[in-house]
């Protein structure tokens, strides 16, 4: 399973926009970028996921390199019920799971 | 709300005994995975389903076993349970499989091993 890094833990403020950022510089062309919330207490959550070029949805945007080996997660507009561990992930073609690293530990201050 | 559905939320047992968590999946997903959540390890893969089929296998051991029967909701047995064993223990669910679909989370069943 190809790697990615993640800074363990950032902070940031309500109602402002936040870019957790991911580098996976062994992506392959096949490897989708996924990333999943953990709020406390909870399972793991979907949040969103790409191949080559950016995407938005209700929860957040995904920003892709251009040489895809590096992707930033964007928070619009934190609340503080964003406060989660946040898993960026490859999965390849042919992959059927995830493969959870540590994450980045988001703080949320009010 | 993922729409998985997990029972129980919380299992006390005692070393050597054997469980059994059950998973419902999201209407319409075909796919069943099975994860472990510790404190030392992290999240950890450990099954999938697929449809009725095993459809791959992660770090699973030998006293630990799953199905997934006709009307698609799974079951995980775990047995000869050890103290090591108390963990966070999650099912998802997808539409499929492919690396190009979300997996749906339920809250997870927390195993406390006495």
């Not at chain 2, 997990?6 to 054997?18: D, E, N």
């Not at chain 2, 998973?23 to 997903?29: E, F, I, N």
């Not at chain 2, 006293?63 to 963990?87: I, K, M, T, V, Y």
Request: charged share 20%; net charge negative.
């Amino acid at each position: 399973d190809a790697k990615t890094t993640q800074p363990n833990s950032m902070e940031s403020n309500e109602e402002e926009p936040v870019h957790l950022p991911c580098n996976h510089s062994t992506i392959s062309g096949t490897d989708y970028i996924h990333w999943y919330r953990q709020l406390p207490s909870q399972g793991p959550e979907y949040v969103i996921h790409g191949l080559t070029s950016n995407v938005n949805n209700r929860m957040a945007s995904l920003a892709i390199a251009e040489d895809r080996k590096s992707s930033t997660l964007i928070l619009h507009r934190a609340t503080l019920r964003d406060a989660a561990v946040y898993y960026c992930i490859l999965r390849d073609g042919g992959a059927q799971k995830l493969v959870f690293g540590q994450g980045t530990r988001l703080t949320i201050n009010p | 709300d993922s729409g998985v559905t997990q029972t129980p939320k919380h299992l006390i047992t005692a070393t050597g005994q054997r469980v059994t968590l059950r998973c419902s999946p999201r209407s319409g997903d075909l796919s069943v995975y099975w994860y472990q959540q510790s404190l030392d390890q992290g999240l950890q893969f450990l099954i999938q389903y697929y449809n009725g089929e095993e459809r791959a296998k992660g770090n699973i051991l030998e006293r630990f076993s799953a199905q997934q029967f006709p009307d698609l909701h799974s079951e995980l047995n775990l047995s000869s349970l050890e103290l090591g064993d108390s963990a966070l223990y999650f099912c998802a669910s997808s539409v499929s499989g492919y690396s190009n679909q979300p997996q749906h989370f339920g809250d997870g069943t927390r195993l406390s091993i006495l």
